[in-house]
């Protein structure tokens, strides 16, 4: 069965701090890893990683991908009291993405 | 705003009774994905689906879930007799079309929060 961890669970720092959340897979046909945000609704989409050692980034955000050793990491640098929500990791295996349970992470002003 | 679609955006039904969800994709996509979202949890995947095709549903529940993509109209995630259980975030997402989801990322809908009580 296609597996997704994340860590830490949960996360409360301090705005301006950096953080670093970690996605560890086991799938069985890996296609691409995704990095989502969920605020109250829906998921929006953030990054999507399928070579290993390219950084993606978007402003203060950005991820990377070791294919060898199957995890990537979302670093989010300067952080405000808007960061603050759930960050999700998903793998493609095949055609369907498995998400992982998640990094709740606060901001505190 | 040609997102994905889905209503109701909540649901009550007492238990036993039958729930309806309904997912409007991205117009032209013709893959719908489900997703259930329990309270502190991931999404989980329960089904995958083409127009009048299920492609992948082991994620579903064996029994009183069921889902169809009709040629015409939208995708329906149907539960039947619910229980308490079954309360969740219920997530659709689409995609144009087979073998080309891993290059795009799934967008998804705002979701059907169902509550049963």
């Known amino acids: 069965e296609d597996k997704v961890v994340q860590s830490p669970l949960s996360l409360v720092v301090h705005e301006g701090d950096t953080v670093t959340l970690n996605c560890s897979y086991e799938v069985t046909n890996f296609r691409s890893l995704l990095w989502y945000k969920q605020e109250k609704k829906a998921p929006t989409f953030l990054f999507m990683l399928?070579?290993?050692?390219i950084e993606k980034k978007s402003g203060r955000l950005s991820s990377i991908l070791d294919k060898k050793e199957l995890f990537s990491i979302l670093n989010i640098t300067a952080t405000q009291t808007g960061d603050s929500a759930v960050y999700l990791c998903?793998?493609?295996?095949?055609?369907?993405?498995?998400f992982g349970t998640g990094t709740r992470l606060a901001v505190r002003p | 705003n040609a997102g994905v679609m889905q209503n109701p955006r909540h649901l009550v039904r007492r238990r036993g009774q039958e729930a309806r969800l309904r997912c409007s994709p991205v117009?032209?996509?013709?893959?719908v994905y489900w997703y259930r979202q329990l309270p502190e949890e991931g999404l989980k995947f329960m089904v995958y689906l083409q127009k009048e095709n299920i492609i992948d549903e082991s994620g579903m529940p064996k029994e009183r879930f069921s889902a169809e993509f009709p040629k015409e109209g939208p995708s329906i995630l149907r539960i039947q007799q619910v229980v308490r259980g079954d309360s969740a975030a219920y997530f659709c997402?689409?995609?144009?079309?087979?073998?080309?989801?891993?290059?795009?990322?799934?967008?998804f809908g705002n979701g059907t929060r169902l509550t049963v009580t």
């Open positions: 399928t070579s290993s050692g």
């Open positions: 997402a689409s995609s144009p079309k087979h073998g080309s989801s891993y290059n795009s990322p799934l967008h």
């Open positions: 998903a793998v493609y295996s095949g055609d369907k993405l498995t």
């Open positions: 117009k032209g996509h013709s893959h």
